[in-house]
């Protein structure tokens, strides 16, 4: 038998991976928003053949690719500051525009990462718990207003302590929004019945991601190995 | 007599923003959007106890210098000057960067009142537009709707937001004339076309100041009504009088990677 302890150490999907598995999730024509880290590491891996429509809370949309560190215009940056590529069909608005898109629905896809998700889809991600002090910036109106919310986020915290929880003890960002969960060893759809694990990462089991989630996982009877292509 | 909202130099532009003023400051993260110049001359007159309206409180000029910003100044200045009361703001502190504001804020010298950025920015619309209140759901089920009116809208839970009226409104554009039309350039709108025109003056530092008739009317963002002054940056960026010398802003810059860094293993990434 696996112990946590081994399971803590045992080898995780790196960043890259888990932003390839998140780009999975985009589907042709979506508008996609991505938050700092691991989400914004998704716009690398748009699926080949879709037309993905990056928005950024600074006011652009349709965006390009970021560029190599120095070689931008600081005119022309993501809401993580990273200077990115004019691009065909690109458009910028102010800020009250930018969230009117956000509230209002018009969002398909936010991509954010988070400190704790609960059963309910409840969100904790905007108390930085190493700091004791919160930073809302969009997080609340991105986890209200967008159609789909996926979280990207490494499963547990660096000495194996629970992300995903029963109930969240940080500061709630907003509750029941998250509906896909992508993390380095499982991916898991929040649903009615509760979290339901459908892929595991190579070399991790139904029962090994398990030991690591608080709340009682529903193990999709088609529950296989994390696709990448 | 022809409209002209030009004043010459950004000290005379906010000679009359007093002690215990109200001011709305717009940008977002990245200094370019920001009115650095007028931060600037805020600072120099030297007015304390403010309420600052603004989606973050700054990195500070050195990080700015490091990335090549010829205005290097953001929030910060006003942050590490003490300049501030109280902050309406989004996004306070950074995830990878303790900033001043964090200092001061952990120091109980500081007060905060932090807003989803939406509704920060639409309580500065509504100001604008003479709306007030409007019903947001972001913020439902959160410490944010403390004290706040709720309302079922459609079988759905809404919390009442009202409008943030402000003294001033600093604000940054790419060109202006003398009327106050503004345009901006790529990313940089943010939260300056949100807030000129929402405050009681709006005081627009631009790149370039051009004849009335030289901006396409078809372009224009901001229209000059909502703009009472337009000011001029200087065409060349002022050297810095070794106010910073490069051995200290590499110093700085060494600090905030180390920062950022620790804070990244911290939070476990790898």
Redesign the interface.
């Known amino acids: 038998m696996t112990t946590k302890a081994d399971l803590i150490k045992k080898e995780k999907l790196d960043r890259q991976i888990m932003a390839l598995r998140v780009a999975k999730e985009f589907q042709d024509c979506n508008v996609v928003n991505l938050g700092i880290g691991i989400p914004g590491l998704a716009a690398n891996f748009v699926p080949a053949g879709r037309e993905v429509i990056f928005h950024s809370e600074n006011g652009v949309l349709g965006f390009g690719e970021i560029t190599l560190p120095g070689e931008g215009d600081l005119d022309l940056v993501n809401a993580g500051g990273q200077t990115v590529k004019v691009a065909p069909g690109m458009s910028f608005f102010g800020h009250d525009e930018s969230f009117v898109m956000v509230r209002g629905g018009h969002i398909d896809i936010s991509v954010m990462g988070a400190y704790q998700v609960s059963e309910k889809g409840d969100l904790a991600n905007h108390f930085l718990p190493d700091r004791q002090i919160g930073t809302i910036g969009g997080a609340m109106d991105l986890a209200c207003g967008a159609k789909k919310v996926i979280i990207a986020m490494n499963h547990t915290t660096k000495d194996g302590g629970y992300r995903i929880v029963k109930k969240c003890s940080y500061p709630v960002t907003a509750n029941k929004c998250v509906k896909l969960i992508v993390t380095d060893i499982a991916v898991i759809e929040v649903t009615k019945k509760g979290l339901v694990l459908k892929e595991v990462a190579p070399g991790w089991t139904p029962e090994d991601v398990q030991v690591l989630t608080e709340p009682k996982l529903v193990v999709d009877p088609k529950c296989h190995e994390i696709e990448l292509m | 007599m022809p409209l002209n909202k030009i004043v010459t130099s950004f000290d005379e532009a906010v000679a009359d923003i007093n002690d215990g003023a109200v001011i709305m400051v717009g940008g ?3 200094v ?2 920001t009115p650095s110049c007028l931060l600037e001359a805020l600072d120099r007159k030297g007015v304390k106890n403010l309420t600052t309206v603004s ?1 973050s409180t700054g990195f500070g000029a050195d990080v700015w210098r490091m ?3 010829p205005f290097p100044e953001d929030m910060d200045i006003l942050v590490r000057n003490m300049r501030i009361k109280k902050a309406i703001v ?6 990878l960067f ?1 900033n001043n504001f ?1 200092k001061l ?2 120091a109980g010298k500081v007060e905060i009142e ?6 920060l ?2 309580r ?2 509504a100001a604008k537009a003479g709306i007030g209140g409007f019903y ?9 709707e403390e004290g706040k009116e709720k309302k079922i809208i459609d079988g759905r839970e809404y919390i009442l937001e009202l409008p943030i009226k402000a003294d001033f409104a600093l604000i940054h554009a790419y060109k202006g004339d003398r009327w106050g039309n503004l345009v ?11 807030m000129a025109g929402a405050a009681k003056v709006t005081i627009a530092e631009v790149d370039e100041i051009v004849e009335l008739g030289a901006l396409d009317p078809e372009a224009i ?1 901001t229209p000059g009504i909502y703009v009472d002054r337009v000011v001029a940056r200087p065409k060349e960026a002022p050297k810095m009088e070794g106010k910073t010398t490069d051995a200290e802003a590499k110093e700085s810059r060494k600090k905030y990677e180390a920062d950022l860094k620790k ?1 990244q293993r ?5």
């Open positions: 977002f993260g990245t370019v959007s989606n990335a090549g910003a989004a996004a306070p502190v950074s995830a303790v964090e804020l952990r932090m807003v989803p950025q939406g509704t920015a639409e500065i619309r947001v759901q972001v913020g439902v089920g959160t410490t944010v901006y350039r790529g990313t940089s709108r943010t939260f300056n076309p949100t963002v804070a911290k939070r476990g990434d790898r």
